[in-house]
Antibody, heavy 119, light 108 residues
């Protein structure tokens, strides 16, 4: 069955870096664009970034642009998010997701990895 | 930046109909998707492409679109439908995704 398993979360000081990973299985990872979505404690869902199926295109939300970098390795079925210059407001549960789209209606989410930015 | 606006809360009695709206300028051009999220769980897709229902989602969930507003309708609400609901769509250039502000559905 489809699995998305995030890892790499933890407690980090403001201004430091963290790298999240997402291991995918059970579907053809290399065929789909992949997203990171986050949710601060007690708050709503917030889209973070997307990378196209082949890595040729990537887009970011304004609040992470210039600080976060999304990448993927289709040979290893993994998606990553390099987070630099972390701020308290980046504290959230980070989900890796294959979001439904017009061409590909399937929708998959991991269980998330928690990032806490605190001194 | 692009925003999708939802009412913060909707309350409904069991067996009644709940309607949740989502407004955004690009919705006439972009599909909308609806998610249900229960505490401690990842979101679950309940409607895609404005009005399509994924397999396994009960028929009481339906979606519709009119201009800059899309609507999720839950007919014959059950206690298990109590959750947060989010719409999601793309900006007009289909570059990035946006989630709505979220609506908490309370079953009285």
């Amino acid at each position: 069955q489809v699995q998305l398993v995030e890892s790499g979360g933890g407690v980090v000081q403001p201004g430091r870096s963290l790298r999240l990973s997402c291991a995918a299985s059970g579907f053809t990872f290399s065929s789909y664009g992949m997203h990171w979505v986050r949710q601060a404690p007690g708050k709503g869902l917030e889209w973070v970034a997307v990378m196209s199926y082949d890595g040729s295109n990537k887009y970011y939300a304004d609040y992470v642009k210039g600080r976060f970098t999304i990448s993927r390795d289709n040979s290893k079925n993994t998606l990553s998010l390099q987070m630099n210059s972390l701020r308290a407001e980046d504290t959230a549960l980070y989900y890796c997701a294959k979001l439904s789209s017009g061409s590909y209606p399937e929708d998959y989410w991991g269980q998330g990895t928690l990032v806490t930015v605190s001194s | 930046s692009y925003e999708l606006t939802q009412p913060p809360s909707v309350s409904v009695s069991p067996g009644q109909t709940a309607r949740i709206t989502c407004s955004g300028d690009a919705l006439p051009k972009q599909y909308a998707y609806w998610y249900q999220q229960k505490p401690g769980q990842a979101p679950v897709l309940v409607i895609y492409k404005d009005s399509e229902r994924p397999s396994g989602i009960p028929e009481r969930f339906s979606g519709s679109s009119s201009g800059t507003t899309v609507t999720l309708t839950i007919s014959g609400v059950q206690a298990e439908d109590e959750a947060d609901y989010y719409c999601q769509s793309a900006d007009s250039s289909d570059t990035y995704r946006v989630f709505g502000t979220g609506t908490r559905v309370t079953v009285l």
